[in-house]
C-alpha cells in the first residue's frame, strides 16, 4: 500500500530547530518530486518546499526561504525539511506529498499535482 509518514514534529521555542522526515512506500520514488506543505488553524494549506527527484533543484515559499532546506535520499526513500530559525508564524501541521514527474530537474509547488500524501506531522513554536 503506497504510504508517506511524517516524523520529526514537536514542541520547540522561537529559534529554534527541526527536522521533518518523510518515509515514503510509494511506486518510483526515486523518479517522483517530493514537497512539504503545511496548514495552521483556520487556514488553507500552503506550499513550503519543493525538491526535483534528481535531488538537484528545489524551491521554497518566501516566508522559508533562508531559513528551510529541504533534502532527500533515493536510496532510502526519505525527504527530509530541515527547519532552523523557526517562528510562531511557522506553528502549522506539515505534510509532505509526493507526485511522479519526468524530468529529474522537474518540481512543482501545486498541491493539486501531488499523488500522494502523508497524514502530517504537527509542529508547534512557542514565542
Known amino acids: 500500500q503506497a504510504q508517506l509518514v511524517e516524523s520529526g514534529g514537536g514542541l520547540v521555542q522561537a529559534g529554534g530547530s527541526l527536522v521533518l522526515s518523510c518515509a515514503a512506500s510509494?511506486?518510483?520514488?526515486?523518479?517522483?518530486?517530493m514537497g512539504w506543505f503545511r496548514q495552521a488553524p483556520g487556514k488553507d494549506r500552503e506550499f513550503v518546499a519543493t525538491?526535483?527527484?534528481?535531488?538537484?533543484?528545489?524551491y521554497y515559499s518566501d516566508s522559508v526561504k533562508g531559513r528551510f532546506a529541504i533534502s532527500r535520499d533515493n536510496a532510502k526513500n526519505t525527504a527530509d525539511l530541515q527547519m532552523n530559525g523557526l517562528k510562531s508564524e511557522d506553528t502549522a501541521v506539515y505534510y509532505c506529498?509526493?507526485?511522479?514527474?519526468?524530468?529529474?530537474?522537474?518540481?512543482?509547488?501545486?498541491?493539486?499535482?501531488?499523488?500522494?500524501w502523508g497524514q502530517g506531522t504537527q509542529v508547534t513554536v512557542s514565542s
Open positions: 525538491i526535483s527527484w534528481g535531488g538537484d533543484t528545489t
Open positions: 510509494i511506486p518510483t520514488f526515486s523518479n517522483s518530486v
Open positions: 506529498a509526493a507526485t511522479h514527474m519526468y524530468f529529474p530537474h522537474d518540481f512543482t509547488w501545486d498541491a493539486n499535482d501531488y499523488t500522494y
